[in-house]
């Protein structure tokens, strides 16, 4: 009958990891790989696998091991879509069997739940669809944790090296696996002082060992570092982060929003009926006891880490979802074997789980809310419409990875604005920097394409729109451009060759008046590019501008452009934002460039005339103002 039992028991383990493993292998090459895979992709095609840990440390502050095996998986498999996030679904599908293990190993027993409660997380089968670390880093820090908690009851040597081993592997794919570890030794030493026991000598130098591994290999990632212009203040907001973790293990990217709070609350509720039942267990309670440790550790650090660098991702929680949901299933079985009200509790909670994470999967195949950016139907977009004498341009430049993966032609055909693979806001585009690029691939081109994605952080003034603006036939993209998920894709043509301007900002005969309330607003000056023709409708006129340091100038601040005649009679007047995308919300330190585009009535005579360019705000005009005298050229 034993026998019988365990052969079930191993026919019912293999159908839920076959399950898991058609979860996350469906439509695997559905979606576009976005920027995230495809820079994971790039970056472990590196020839130089030494340099993968000096690289990584630089760029993202993290470790390695994930781009050195994806690069040998890829050298097996090929670096298609499926093939590449095949890896992550193999480590998402070992969570589901260290999660039957965990089970198997506090409960005596085997026992299905905690493994189906993890193969039909939404988190984790999001996770394994992905071209990164987080299921690989998952995978591990569970595979420690069983370890661990193997080598607790045990203490044989060789269990204490594998948990060190796993740990350490952990911490090599992803940093914020360390809080694992860390956890894993501080409930090792309580434990054993609690029960009044001396700690072993494997169990001690296995800890020891481990840590400083961990805390040098730390502190040589902080060393080689490099400063990407992404800072963060410590958040005050503990309670939130510490609800958006909790959140984050059933709710993949934690959207839709407005459900954060409650899931993160039932998380929380979930979490603590579960320690609780654990704690009272009468056989394996100090492995139980650890287990709800380590648990609830894990989302305690997870969230005060976040709170302390002031920087939370959705995809973090990720790393702890496993641990944290097989917990919760153990407590489960556990109270399954109980009285009928804990049957009953235990039931019903199962199958609320249960049913509401396959919604969570319907979800994820059905709602916009998690579609990846189309980068491949972009890039195919516009390879089928470019022509010669066009090229393309990608802000913000840090996706010139993912554009790159599925670009199959001229290289020479796209620049990158900035040419940076990391979102660093050092490099905000300005017109110094902007315009040498485009004066070398732009020359002589009779139009452009530009793909656009998260350019409001690293353009916030819309120096590029401004840029091809002005040289469009209309003034503005050719209307019905497609939107590819989140990718914003504009097509000009322009009505003369592309002319290359002057790479600095060039001189200015304006003259700058103070005559109005000084708020951190100075003038680097107004140009007229070209004189304007009588009749062709239109005049061109760029102003620079400098905040002063640490001013932050408000929102609405504009410009009035007033045009009078040689005996200072007013002609007209437009009234434009001081830059393309106008001001942006944060305080911007660099040179901002208005390209102003003045419609002219049709009957106005050719002849010298000067331009008033007035900056004003909600509060009225403001300083400085300048006078700049304009032609307008006979028809």
């Given at each position: 009958?034993t026998?019988?039992r365990?052969t079930?028991g191993?026919?019912l383990i293999?159908?839920v990891?076959?399950a898991?493993?058609?979860?996350?292998?469906?439509?695997?090459?559905g979606q576009?790989?976005?920027y995230d895979e495809?820079?994971?992709?790039r970056?472990?095609q590196?020839n130089?696998i030494?340099?993968?840990?000096?690289?990584e440390?630089?760029?993202n502050l993290?470790?390695?091991?994930h781009y050195?095996l994806l690069?040998g998986?890829?050298f097996?498999?090929?670096?298609g879509e499926?093939a590449v996030?095949?890896l992550?679904?193999?480590?998402?599908?070992?969570?589901?069997a260290l999660?039957?293990?965990l089970?198997a190993?506090?409960?005596?027993?085997?026992s299905l739940?905690?493994?189906?409660l993890v193969a039909?997380?939404?988190?984790g089968?999001?996770?394994?669809?992905d071209?990164?670390?987080?299921?690989?880093?998952?995978?591990l820090?569970?595979?420690?944790?069983?370890?661990?908690?193997?080598?607790?009851r045990?203490e044989?040597p060789v269990?204490?090296?594998?948990?060190g081993?796993l740990?350490?592997?952990?911490f090599?794919?992803h940093?914020l696996?360390?809080?694992?570890?860390?956890i894993h030794?501080?409930?090792?030493?309580?434990l054993r002082?609690?029960e009044?026991r001396s700690i072993?000598r494997?169990?001690?130098?296995?800890?020891a060992?481990t840590?400083?591994?961990?805390?040098?290999?730390?502190?040589?990632?902080?060393s080689n570092?490099?400063?990407?212009g992404?800072?963060?203040?410590?958040?005050?907001?503990?309670?939130?982060?510490?609800?958006?973790?909790a959140?984050?293990q059933?709710l993949?990217?934690?959207l839709?929003?407005e459900?954060?709070?409650?899931a993160?609350?039932?998380v929380?509720i979930?979490?603590?009926?579960?320690c609780?039942?654990l704690?009272v267990?009468?056989?394996?309670?100090?492995?139980?006891g650890?287990?709800?440790?380590?648990a609830?550790?894990?989302?305690?650090a997870?969230?005060?880490?976040?709170?302390?660098?002031?920087?939370f991702?959705?995809r973090y929680?990720s790393?702890i979802a496993?641990?944290v949901?097989?917990?919760i299933?153990v407590a489960?079985?556990?109270a399954?074997?109980?009285?009928r009200?804990?049957?009953?509790?235990a039931r019903a909670?199962f199958?609320?789980?249960a049913?509401?994470f396959?919604?969570?999967?319907l979800?994820?195949?059905t709602?916009?809310?998690?579609?990846?950016?189309d980068?491949?139907?972009a890039?195919a977009?516009?390879?089928?419409?470019l022509q010669?004498?066009?090229r393309?341009?990608l802000?913000s430049?840090?996706?010139?990875p993912?554009?790159?993966?599925y670009?199959?032609?001229?290289?020479?055909a796209w620049?990158?604005?900035p040419?940076d693979p990391v979102?660093?806001?050092h490099?905000?585009l300005?017109?110094?920097?902007?315009?040498?690029?485009?004066n070398a691939?732009l020359?002589?081109?009779?139009?452009?394409w530009?793909?656009?994605w998260?350019d409001d952080?690293?353009?916030?003034?819309?120096?590029?729109?401004?840029?091809l603006?002005?040289q469009?036939q209309a003034?503005?993209?050719?209307?019905?451009?497609?939107?590819?998920?989140?990718?914003?894709?504009?097509h000009?043509?322009?009505?003369?060759?592309?002319r290359?301007?002057?790479?600095q900002i060039?001189p200015?005969?304006?003259?700058?008046?103070?005559n109005?309330p000084?708020?951190?607003l100075r003038?680097?000056?107004?140009?007229q590019p070209?004189?304007?023709?009588?009749?062709?409708?239109?005049?061109e006129?760029?102003?620079?501008w400098q905040?002063?340091?640490?001013?932050?100038?408000s929102v609405?601040?504009k410009?009035s452009l007033?045009?009078?005649?040689v005996?200072?009679?007013q002609?007209?007047?437009?009234?434009?934002?001081?830059?393309?995308?106008g001001?942006?919300?944060?305080?911007y330190e660099?040179p901002?460039?208005?390209v102003h585009?003045?419609?002219?009535?049709p009957?106005?005579q050719?002849?010298?005339?000067t331009?008033r360019?007035?900056p004003y705000t909600?509060t009225?005009e403001?300083s400085?103002?300048?006078?700049?005298?304009?032609q307008v050229?006979?028809?």
């Amino acid at each position: 009958m034993t026998a019988h039992r365990r052969t079930h028991g191993r026919a019912l383990i293999l159908l839920v990891l076959l399950a898991a493993l058609a979860i996350r292998a469906f439509d695997l090459a559905g979606q576009s790989l976005w920027y995230d895979e495809a820079f994971s992709v790039r970056f472990a095609q590196q020839n130089d696998i030494l340099a993968l840990f000096i690289r990584e440390a630089q760029l993202n502050l993290n470790t390695p091991l994930h781009y050195i095996l994806l690069k040998g998986w890829m050298f097996g498999l090929g670096d298609g879509e499926f093939a590449v996030r095949l890896l992550s679904v193999f480590a998402g599908v070992a969570s589901v069997a260290l999660a039957y293990r965990l089970g198997a190993l506090i409960l005596n027993q085997s026992s299905l739940i905690p493994a189906v409660l993890v193969a039909l997380s939404p988190v984790g089968v999001m996770a394994a669809q992905d071209v990164r670390m987080h299921a690989f880093a998952s995978c591990l820090s569970l595979g420690a944790t069983v370890a661990f908690l193997t080598a607790l009851r045990s203490e044989r040597p060789v269990l204490w090296l594998t948990w060190g081993v796993l740990g350490v592997l952990a911490f090599a794919t992803h940093v914020l696996s360390a809080l694992f570890v860390g956890i894993h030794i501080v409930v090792g030493i309580a434990l054993r002082l609690a029960e009044g026991r001396s700690i072993s000598r494997p169990h001690l130098v296995a800890s020891a060992i481990t840590g400083v591994v961990i805390l040098v290999w730390a502190v040589l990632l902080w060393s080689n570092r490099a400063s990407y212009g992404v800072s963060y203040d410590a958040s005050a907001d503990w309670p939130a982060l510490m609800l958006q973790t909790a959140a984050g293990q059933v709710l993949p990217r934690l959207l839709p929003a407005e459900l954060v709070a409650p899931a993160g609350v039932a998380v929380m509720i979930a979490l603590v009926l579960s320690c609780a039942t654990l704690i009272v267990m009468r056989d394996q309670a100090q492995l139980a006891g650890a287990l709800a440790a380590i648990a609830v550790g894990s989302l305690i650090a997870m969230a005060t880490f976040c709170a302390v660098v002031g920087k939370f991702s959705p995809r973090y929680p990720s790393i702890i979802a496993p641990i944290v949901l097989a917990t919760i299933g153990v407590a489960i079985a556990v109270a399954a074997k109980r009285g009928r009200m804990a049957q009953a509790l235990a039931r019903a909670g199962f199958a609320s789980l249960a049913l509401g994470f396959s919604a969570g999967l319907l979800t994820l195949r059905t709602s916009p809310l998690y579609a990846n950016e189309d980068f491949r139907g972009a890039v195919a977009h516009i390879r089928a419409r470019l022509q010669p004498d066009e090229r393309v341009l990608l802000v913000s430049g840090h996706f010139a990875p993912a554009f790159e993966y599925y670009w199959t032609g001229a290289p020479d055909a796209w620049i990158a604005l900035p040419p940076d693979p990391v979102l660093n806001v050092h490099n905000t585009l300005t017109y110094t920097s902007v315009v040498p690029a485009t004066n070398a691939a732009l020359a002589g081109m009779g139009g452009a394409w530009l793909l656009l994605w998260q350019d409001d952080v690293i353009d916030p003034t819309g120096v590029a729109l401004a840029l091809l603006r002005r040289q469009s036939q209309a003034f503005a993209p050719q209307p019905d451009t497609p939107q590819f998920a989140g990718l914003r894709l504009q097509h000009y043509r322009f009505f003369q060759p592309y002319r290359p301007l002057p790479e600095q900002i060039p001189p200015s005969e304006a003259v700058i008046e103070h005559n109005r309330p000084e708020v951190g607003l100075r003038s680097l000056g107004c140009v007229q590019p070209q004189p304007a023709r009588a009749g062709d409708g239109f005049m061109e006129v760029q102003c620079f501008w400098q905040t002063q340091p640490f001013v932050p100038l408000s929102v609405y601040t504009k410009v009035s452009l007033r045009l009078a005649d040689v005996g200072g009679e007013q002609v007209l007047q437009s009234d434009q934002p001081i830059a393309y995308n106008g001001f942006p919300y944060v305080p911007y330190e660099k040179p901002i460039w208005g390209v102003h585009v003045i419609p002219l009535p049709p009957d106005l005579q050719s002849g010298d005339y000067t331009l008033r360019v007035i900056p004003y705000t909600e509060t009225g005009e403001i300083s400085p103002q300048v006078s700049l005298p304009v032609q307008v050229s006979p028809r």
